[in-house]
């Protein structure tokens, strides 16, 4: 099956290739084709695919058997998408309405600054993932694979495991839906307010998006370092 053909079939497949990043321009290439040349396995790329075209099918099992490594990539390109472009996008366009005539009262100064302390406990709970759970995943990896050796390992995290991770994992949609309530219930725009409409649309579409990051975190990448975490411990207790 050719690239462009499941692009055009759904074109939120666009979000998974950015993430992934593989460029576009397939011209008439296929799927194998273009996984091959960004030395990406077509597995992974197509179980995502499959769970944007069929919600309601999350490939759990697949996932778990696939690459840690092409997960953390999707991950952590995803992080870079919220900080560096929706999440700015909101709060401008949270700015904008306080520009504009016709909101009475305070409520979207209230709102902006909610929006503000959000970012700050969301850029906190990536950087954590960036800066320690996901170097971990990938030493825990080059540790399995042998490029790093166990003793190293061992001695770097002989305080962290994967469960401490999700003792604190905490729940980053919760807030934006919050958000997206206050605005739908409470707050009267002008009715021709394009900009408003498309604030609470681009508020919903980062909650969702956001859960589904969840979901990977939770249901995939947690459940698969820890068979990564026992693989480990069997190869040691064996040296
Ligand atoms: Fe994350
Ligand atoms: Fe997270």
């Known amino acids: 099956m050719k690239m462009s053909d499941v692009v055009q079939f759904n074109f939120e497949v666009l979000v998974v290739l950015q993430r ?7 011209k008439d290439k296929s799927i194998q084709t ?44 995803t992080h870079q998408y919220y900080s ?16 504009m005539s ?12 909610f929006f503000r302390g959000y970012i700050r406990e969301f850029t906190e709970h990536i950087e954590d993932e960036e800066n320690t759970t996901f170097p971990y995943i990938l030493a825990l990896s080059d540790a399995l694979s ?36 206050i605005l739908l219930k409470h707050l009267q725009p002008p009715a021709s ?20 990051h969840t979901l990977l975190e939770e249901n995939v990448l947690i459940p698969k370092v820890r068979q990564m975490e026992r693989e480990l411990k069997e190869q040691s207790l064996h040296l």
């Open 193 to 212: 307010s394009f900009q408003f409409t498309n604030l609470i649309l681009e508020i919903n579409r980062l909650g969702n998006d956001l859960k589904d």
């Open 20 to 26: 992934l990043q593989i460029p576009f321009g397939f």
């Open 84 to 99: 560096h472009y929706q999440i700015p996008r909101i709060e401008k366009e949270i700015e904008y309405l306080e520009k």
């Open 34 to 77: 273009v996984c091959d040349e960004n030395d990406m396995p077509v597995e992974f790329f197509l179980q995502l695919v499959q769970w944007f075209n069929e919600r309601e099918n999350f490939p759990q099992e697949q996932l778990i058997r696939g690459d840690a490594e092409w997960l953390i990539i999707y991950l952590h390109n």
């Open 102 to 113: 016709g909101i009475p009262d305070q409520s979207v100064q209230l709102m902006l600054e």
């Open 146 to 181: 042998g490029r790093l050796s166990k003793e190293k390992f061992h001695a770097r995290y002989k305080n962290y495991s994967i469960d401490k991770y999700l003792d604190h994992h905490s729940d980053i949609e919760e807030k934006v839906f919050d958000l997206q309530s």
